[in-house]
């Protein structure tokens, strides 16, 4: 689990140094204080197979944000967030008398709980933008800290601007009955760390279009196993185990639409992911926009996701590999998945509600290719956020 949030917090911070030069600095100037907070809550769909007992995570979160001006031309933001989990995970695949597989959970509920801090410092002239980045997270068996540099630059004209930026990372695990009795292959403490860098360019192609395109590189080194989770390998039970490296690729492009007459605007993203381990993923986000009066504002999206699997990823294994590399982790298999969500803002005076809903399904159907054979630990959720916004 803990490495799995690792990534996320990888992903999430890519995805923060490639949001749009424009957008970030019509943020950025705004000099009033203002005050976030938002309370979500995750809940995975059971397997069919599970005990009541095994029910998948139920995750609550809360998260704060305040950002204010300093000095004459800075801003700084600070997030937190806390999280309680609560639920069982897939934990191996084993074959059933034909063969097909069958997914077998942690055999007790996990109950555990994660804070996070960032702060952001940026400041800004004509045409340009400088910030600072630093964050870190902690929980029982999981710590990280995160640095990030970003620049954005108006260039000649002032129709485009360049984006560029880099970040990094340290992550220490320290797995729940690490090297006991019980798990003793299970490592006592381990690291790893990330690096990543964003190169990205945005157009203005008139008053009501605007397109944005970007490259991200990452590279993670160290422990990328997870320590949970075990695989069936000819008739025996071993310990998860992956390649000690993983250099990812992925390009996005975004489309910003505005359909003055209609009062909203259309929103369109493609992604394209490419790593070492041989995992390759599409991601196609669709989004309308439309505001109902000064005060409303719907934006009802649907994101269709696909990728292949990795080349030492199968349900079970029936012989040993010669590289010795074994994973069943429903993440690393071949799958699609479509989300469908809706954001409702309602704005009064210098406040504004926020609500949004998504549903998330995976299933082999959905995938681009072929798929043999589906992962039976495949997840569904539903996530439900609530907010306010305050300008102080």
Same mark, same amino acid.
């Given at each position: 689990m803990a490495a799995e949030r690792g990534r996320r917090l990888a992903a999430l911070t890519a995805a923060a140094l490639a949001l749009p030069a424009v957008q970030a600095s019509a943020q950025f100037r705004d000099e009033a204080q203002? &005050?976030?907070?938002r309370y979500s809550s995750y809940g995975e769909g059971d397997l069919p197979a599970a005990q009541p007992e095994q029910s998948r995570f139920d995750i609550d979160i809360w998260q704060l944000r305040y950002g204010t001006p300093i000095l004459e031309r800075s801003r700084l933001t600070i997030d937190g967030q806390y999280e309680t989990l609560s639920g069982a995970s897939p934990w191996f695949i084993e074959p059933d008398e034909n063969g097909d597989p069958v997914q077998i959970m942690s055999g007790a509920t996990i109950d555990e709980a994660r804070g996070s801090l960032g702060l952001d410092?940026?400041?800004?002239?004509?045409?340009?933008?400088?910030a600072v980045s630093l964050g870190g997270s902690v929980e029982d068996d999981y710590s990280s800290i995160n640095l990030g540099i970003d620049g954005h630059f108006e260039l000649p004209g002032k129709q485009s601007s360049l984006s560029l930026g880099i970040g990094s990372s340290r992550d220490r695990i320290e797995p729940t009955d690490g090297g006991s009795t019980r798990y003793p292959q299970r490592p006592v403490s381990e690291d790893k760390s990330s690096y990543d860098a964003v190169l990205g360019f945005t157009?203005? &192609?008139?008053?009501?279009?605007?397109?944005?395109?970007? &490259?991200?590189?990452?590279?993670?080194?160290?422990? &990328?196993s997870d320590p949970y989770k075990l695989a069936y390998v000819a008739g025996e039970i071993r310990p998860d185990a992956r390649p000690d490296a993983r250099n990812e690729l992925a390009w996005t492009t975004r489309l910003r639409y505005r359909i003055t007459a209609w009062a909203g605007s259309l929103h369109l993203d493609y992604r394209y992911f490419d790593d070492s381990w041989g995992?390759?993923?599409?991601?196609?986000?669709?989004?309308?926009?439309?505001d109902f009066g000064t005060r409303l504002s719907l934006a009802p999206h649907l994101r269709w996701y696909s990728?292949?699997?990795?080349?030492?990823?199968?349900?079970y294994f029936l012989a040993e590999r010669d590289d010795g590399y074994y994973s069943s982790d429903y993440r690393l298999s071949p799958y699609g998945a479509v989300t469908v969500g809706l954001d409702l803002s309602w704005r009064f005076g210098e406040q504004a509600l926020r609500l949004s809903l998504e549903h998330y399904e995976a299933s082999a159907d959905t995938a681009a290719g072929d798929v043999q054979v589906e992962n039976p630990g495949l997840v569904d959720f539903t996530m439900m956020t609530l907010g306010f916004d305050f300008r102080l």
């Open positions: 203002q &005050l976030s907070v410092l940026r400041s800004y002239g004509e045409g340009r933008e400088y157009y203005i &192609l008139n008053p009501v279009t605007v397109v944005q395109t970007g &490259l991200s590189l990452s590279r993670s080194s160290g422990y &990328l995992i390759r993923s599409h991601t196609v986000d669709f989004a309308l926009h439309k990728q292949s699997q990795a080349k030492f990823y199968q349900p």
